[in-house]
């Protein structure tokens, strides 16, 4: 907090010093005005009237000078070095910057730097339709990233929003979580499981074994060399790569996973 991350020069600088520094000559000579008042109005030369007057106007003097100091105070006038300091209003990470050397500013600009604090962050997940009904607020999630493999991250969905998004049909879910030595970064992107407590059984089965055709999922049935079924099923959840069917498939049967779309096509054609 407080550190300097640019240091701007501007007209108006050069303006609140030249204020600043008639005002203070002005209070010098209504001051000096004022003390000869006062000694004048003690011999009886003086009115009451002129005195109050006198301190009148180095009243409004001053309140001058607060306001001017308090106007470069709030831009961070440096008047040695001629510039406005911008300095971080709170501490944290320096997340954008929109500033350059030679750049121009005007009331117009947006904002120049974005400090964040990233000791919590917000992790935005989507969440496609079909697993829509499967999430719920405070559900606990594991988050891993390419960045560090084999470490697992944990939060909560702490917020769903209630609207889809118009691009991508996707809804999304905010985790907030601590993040412990700043590991997770702005921008990050990451795979987040859902972790639900399920009391049923289901088989699963590699998603890559599934065949999509005319809105329909298919499997191919292993019986025998020369009998294979194609079977329809229904896709339920997703995770790690893996499909779970609600049924359709018994424990045991076993699955072609290997060239099994030539052979869905092959079998297409009989």
Not at 40 to 61: C, N, P, R, T, V
């Amino acid at each position: 907090m407080g550190q300097v991350l640019a240091e701007v020069k501007s007209v108006e600088l050069n303006s609140l010093q030249s204020e600043s520094g008639n005002i203070v000559q002005q209070i010098k000579i209504a001051e000096r005005k004022l003390e000869s008042l006062k000694d004048l109005h003690s011999d009886g030369i003086a009115s009451a009237k002129e005195l109050q007057e006198a301190q009148s106007e180095l009243d409004i003097l001053k309140s001058e000078q607060q306001k001017t100091s308090a106007n470069m105070s709030l831009y961070n006038a440096s008047p040695a070095r001629g510039v406005f300091q911008v300095k971080a209003p709170s501490s944290g990470i320096v997340t954008s910057k929109n500033i350059a050397p030679g750049t121009q500013l005007n009331s117009e600009t947006e904002a120049l730097f974005t400090v964040s604090n990233l000791d919590e962050v917000w992790v935005m997940a989507n969440i496609y339709t079909s697993n829509i009904a499967e999430i719920k607020e405070a559900m606990p999630v594991e988050i891993t990233t390419l960045s560090y493999p084999g470490k697992i991250f944990h939060g909560k969905v702490s917020l769903l929003s209630q609207v889809m998004d118009n691009d991508s049909k996707v809804l999304q879910a905010r985790i907030v979580m601590p993040n412990k030595d700043l590991l997770l970064k702005p921008g990050m992107m990451v795979d987040i499981t859902a972790i639900k407590n399920e009391t049923t059984m289901q088989v699963c089965v590699p998603e890559a074994a599934l065949v999509f055709d005319n809105n329909e999922y298919y499997l191919l049935i292993y019986k025998e060399d020369c009998s294979i079924e194609v079977r329809k099923v229904n896709a339920g959840n997703r995770n790690n790569n893996k499909i779970y069917l609600p049924e359709g498939v018994t424990p045991g049967e076993k699955i072609i996973t290997r060239n099994h779309l030539l052979i869905y096509q092959a079998l297409q054609s009989f």
